[in-house]
Antibody, heavy 127, light 110 residues
Framework: EVQLVESGGGLVQPGGSLRLSCAAS????????MNWVRQAPGKGLEWVSY????????YYADSVKGRFTISRDNAKNSLYLQMNSLRAEDTAVYYC????????????????????WGQGTMVTVSS | QSALTQPASVSGSPGQSITISCTGT?????????VSWYQQHPGKAPKLMIY???NRPSGVSNRFSGSKSGNTASLTISGLQAEDEADYYC??????????FGGGTKLTVL
């Protein structure tokens, strides 16, 4: 079964740090681009960060740039999000999400969609 | 990175059709055919319903369809069923190689 399982969430004080993990199974993790998406309580989805399959290309939303670091370990089938200088507005459920790729003939293309999501891990930033 | 614009809520009766709009700019929705739609039930992770504007993943009902005109994408659900009641989000690739979501639309089946 294709699956993503997040862990590492919890309660942290403003200014603190937290490292989230996402364990992948059921597919060839090293072949897929990955993302973190978050959802504040009662609010909508917000894309946070992207990492290419090799880890060589990374993007961040402006709201987290300079504070969050995305990384991956393809040998361990794992995705990570290091979150520093946390603020109250970072309080959210954090999901890892796989980029959808399709094979069209001999070409493999990304559709820009997120086809597999984890169940999420809650991060609460509060004193 | 402004969020795409969606109506906060829509409603319809069982069997009816509804359409949810998603308005962006030429730098996101209007510039690429990389618009996707997600369904989210309370307390659950989002589920991909439409990708590349109008394509359905395997297993998604053909009652769900997508389209785009200019900077506005749309999700139409026909033959509304009680289980369709959920939050719906659009998403687009952007010219900065980033992603952006809409604010979400709560669908109520009356």
């Amino acid at each position: 079964e294709v699956q993503l399982v997040e862990s590492g969430g919890g309660l942290v004080q403003p200014g603190g740090s937290l490292r989230l993990s996402c364990a992948a199974s059921g597919f060839t993790f090293s072949s897929y681009e990955m993302n973190w998406v978050r959802q504040a309580p009662g609010k909508g989805l917000e894309w946070v960060s992207y990492i290419s399959s090799s880890g060589s290309t990374i993007y961040y939303a402006d709201s987290v740039k300079g504070r969050f670091t995305i990384s991956r370990d393809n040998a361990k089938n794992s995705l990570y999000l290091q979150m520093n200088s946390l603020r109250a507005e970072d309080t959210a459920v954090y999901y890892c999400a796989r980029d959808q790729v399709l094979v069209r003939g001999v070409i493999i293309t990304s559709t820009g969609a997120f086809d597999i999501w984890g169940q999420g891990t809650m991060v609460t930033v509060s004193s | 990175q402004s969020a795409l614009t969606q109506p906060a809520s829509v409603s319809g009766s069982p069997g009816q059709s509804i359409t949810i709009s998603c308005t962006g700019t030429s730098s996101d929705v209007g510039g690429y055919n990389y618009v996707s739609w997600y369904q989210q039930h309370p307390g659950k992770a989002p589920k991909l319903m439409i990708y590349e504007v109008s394509n359905r993943p395997s297993g998604v009902s053909n009652r769900f369809s997508g389209s785009k005109s200019g900077n506005t994408a749309s999700l139409t659900i026909s033959g509304l069923q009680a289980e369709d009641e959920a939050d719906y989000y659009c998403s687009s690739y952007t010219s900065s190689s980033l992603r952006v979501f809409g604010g979400g639309t709560k669908l109520t089946v009356l």
